[in-house]
Nanobody, 124 residues
Framework: QVQLVESGGGLVQAGNSLRLSCAASGVTFRGYTMSWFRQAPGKEREFVTTISWRGGSTYYADSVEGRFTISRDNAKNTVYLQMNSLKPEDTAVYYC?????????????????WGQGTQVTVSS
């Protein structure tokens, strides 16, 4: 049974940082490209960032470039999202997602597995 479990969300003030984690089980983690998406109230789920299954390539949405960093630890079957200089507009439920090997990174339909999400709230 495949599971992706996010953690690390919470309430922070603008300008502060949070680190999200997504622990995977039931999959050969190193073979999966891992991404983070987010969904704010009343909005569609949007792509945030991705890290390739090889671990050498990352890509960020313009809205988070330079503030967020994605990384992975294949030994721990975990992907991380370090979020710095948080803004109120970063408030959303954050989801991790996995697709086997390579996929169209910003296409939600391309992903095989999703976590349940973790709430991030940034106050002004």
């Amino acid at each position: 049974q495949v599971q992706l479990v996010e953690s690390g969300g919470g309430l922070v003030q603008a300008g502060n940082s949070l680190r999200l984690s997504c622990a995977a089980s039931g999959v050969t983690f190193r073979g999966y490209t891992m991404s983070w998406f987010r969904q704010a109230p009343g909005k569609e789920r949007e792509f945030v960032t991705t890290i390739s299954w090889r671990g050498g390539s990352t890509y960020y949405a313009d809205s988070v470039e330079g503030r967020f960093t994605i990384s992975r630890d294949n030994a721990k079957n975990t992907v991380y999202l370090q979020m710095n200089s948080l803004k109120p507009e970063d408030t959303a439920v954050y989801y991790c997602a996995a697709c086997l090997f390579d996929c169209q990174r910003d296409n939600k339909e391309a992903y095989n597995y999703w976590g349940q999400g973790t709430q991030v709230t940034v106050s002004s």
